[in-house]
């Protein structure tokens, strides 16, 4: 997908200056407006390019809508829960975060709580500063010997535990994708959910609020926690149950809750918050001076590097695209894109079901973006407003279309060490075959038919199936590109298949009116590719 021009990015929630000086020095224009109203959001955000938030911007699907020429939404942090990452998929609109920006500092903050819940701090400075000396009142434990369960053993759960193992915290934890084997490697013995409730002292947790975790810790999974366990969450609101903890905080069955996020922020109910037993903050986990510069810092470059073309980081929604900055990835996935159009074109179709085969060592990982460039053509042109690499599944699922890959690591030659691309419509004899010489997408076969000398794929062509008893094809093409001026610069034949034989032609520009073509050909269309 050819990324429009980045010129314009709203900043608009509070970010470190060094955030708008990257983006300035990258040539781009940067309106600071920290603090708008839903309305005045909706006002701003019509004629940018780009947008960069932190926690406090909704960016909701009516924003997104009215955002005509948005591509990218920066997320100065980790969590994109702020962002109907869906709504700006389906728009074509790439997501990226900062996913190591904030870790430090939010790990830091787990383990301050932790130590907080040991030792009753806050408590007792409170009671001071009532002029109280409540030695006995505030007795803790100590954290030596304990069990502390993290769940969530990504980026900042692995800090926390390597953090508090020098307290002499046994670490134990869960986590669905990294492997019992690495968790072991910084120190955490990795169990099921159902043996951790009842081992664990304390329990934080670090996982992303998704409807697998939402109430992750309930009513039920505290019945079958150890009495007195204490809880940490300083990663979303809605993790923990709200109302279960403070079920369990007034049972006893939870004996101390540390709490930096909330499922409403600010909370209205402030039942949790006044609780004794409960030590809270106004979403502190970010919020130091230099996590605010790290992402500030990160998310400028990372747009900055999208708007010259120099890659992309820390993408949510569009893993594809950021193969597409890759030079030797480039003119494959501009080779599938076309690849995609003829088979729409031939096929006279975009739904149904279309295969994709990889074949050649080279191409072993180029599934995952050459899948969506493959139904990004298929759909071009259709109904849909914009197809990108960012919404091309999406898309090509909602129009009825399915498009799957396979791989194999031998390819014929003479495209052994470059690779070859097959697409086909599955069901019918529709397909095209395909590979890059040089840094040129060529054609090597269509429908069975294949080229003497592979057909570059660039530009306005023009595509067509004659008998080989009809011979005057070609020059009444020619006698209509001398009339309408146009220039012929390549042309490609097939070899025979049933008498018939597929024509390619590179054109300067599009014919306008194939209307006198047609009798001549069994079938004849432009693309501009």
Known sequence: MALGKLQKVLISDS??????????????????????????????????????????????????????RLQVVGRAGTGVDNVDVEAATRKGVLVMNTPTGNSLSAAELTCGMILCLAR???????????????RKKYMGMELNGKT??????????????????AFGMKTIGYDPIITPEASAAFGVEQLPLEQIWPRCDFITVHTPLLSSTMGLLNDSTF??????????????????????????????????????????????DRDLVNHPNV?????????????????????????????????????????????????????????????GTVLRTTGKQAQGSVQVCTLGTPLRE????????????????????????????????????KVTTTHSDVAPEPD??????????????HRATGTVQGSTPVLREINGATFKQPAPLAGPILIYRAKASEPSALPMLAGLLGKAGIQLQSYHSSGMVAGEQWSIVGLSAPLSNLGELKPHVMEVFQLHL
């Open 15 to 68: 970010l470190d200056p060094c955030c708008r000086e990257i983006l300035q020095a990258g040539g781009l224009r940067v309106h600071e407006k920290p603090g708008l109203s839903k309305e005045e959001l909706l006002r701003e955000i019509r004629d940018c390019d780009g947008l960069i938030v932190r926690s406090a911007t909704k960016v909701t699907a009516d924003v997104l809508e009215v955002a005509e």
């Open 120 to 134: 009753q701090i806050p408590q007792a400075a409170a009671s001071m500063k009532e002029g109280k000396w409540d």
């Open 148 to 165: 502390l369960g993290v769940l969530g053993l990504g980026r900042i759960g692995r800090e926390v535990a390597t953090r508090m193992q």
């Open 223 to 268: 019945a079958k926690c150890r009495r007195g366990v204490q809880v940490v969450n300083c990663a979303r609101g809605g993790i923990v149950d709200e109302g279960a903890l403070l079920r369990a905080l007034r049972s006893g069955q939870c004996g101390g809750a540390a709490l930096d996020v909330f499922t409403q922020e600010p909370p209205k």
């Open 279 to 339: 030590i809270c903050c106004p979403h502190l986990g970010a919020s130091t001076q230099e996590a605010q510069s790290r992402c500030g810092k990160e998310i400028a470059m990372q747009i900055v590097d999208m708007a010259t073309g120099k890659g992309l980081a820390g993408v949510v929604n569009g893993q594809a695209l950021s193969k597409a900055f890759a030079p030797q990835t480039k003119p494959w996935i501009t080779l599938a894109r076309a690849l």
């Open 366 to 401: 180029a599934g995952s973006y050459l899948t969506p460039a493959v139904a990004a053509g298929m759909l071009a042109g259709g109904a849909q407003k914009e197809v990108t690499l960012v919404n091309a599944l999406l898309l090509a699922q909602e129009a009825g279309l």
């Open 416 to 429: 052994g060490s470059a690779g070859l691309m097959q697409v086909a419509l599955q069901g019918t004899p």
